[in-house]
């Protein structure tokens, strides 16, 4: 992983991982359900312009993958998510609002064979004595 701190206090982020299993006997079911390839890309500033106001956009891709299970075997499609948030600070009282959302744009995927499909989660929250 990489981030950056730009000046102003903005923030760019990039990590990638992957996991393959090596010399797996022919036949052999290893139940390990995870993506060769993923990666998140994320960009924010906590302070913009030394504000109360605050955001973070972050993109995550996971390719596709192979997934086993007791109930069934089957192919998961790759999939890519934006979620993004903006804040704001209550200094005063020394809490935050958020508004923001996860699965932003609401492209349905699924993480595993045999679940439900993922949609989009939006969200507002109070934070009290955060900082």
Known sequence: SVNYRFQKGYELGVNLSGDQLQDVDP?????????KFRYNITFGNSKINNSNWGFNVLYRWQDEMLWEG???????????????????????????????????????????????????L?????GYNVF
Do not use: C, H, W
């Open 70 to 120: 007791t109930f069934g075997t089957g192919d998961v499609e790759s999939f890519g998510t934006l979620d993004a948030q903006v804040n704001y600070r209550l200094q005063k009282i020394r809490s935050m609002i958020k508004l923001g959302a996860t699965n932003l744009l609401n492209k349905y995927y699924n993480s595993a064979f045999g679940n439900p499909s993922v949609g989009g």
């Open 27 to 35: 036949g052999l079911v290893t139940f390990f359900n995870t993506p």
């Open 122 to 126: 939006y969200y507002i929250s109070f």
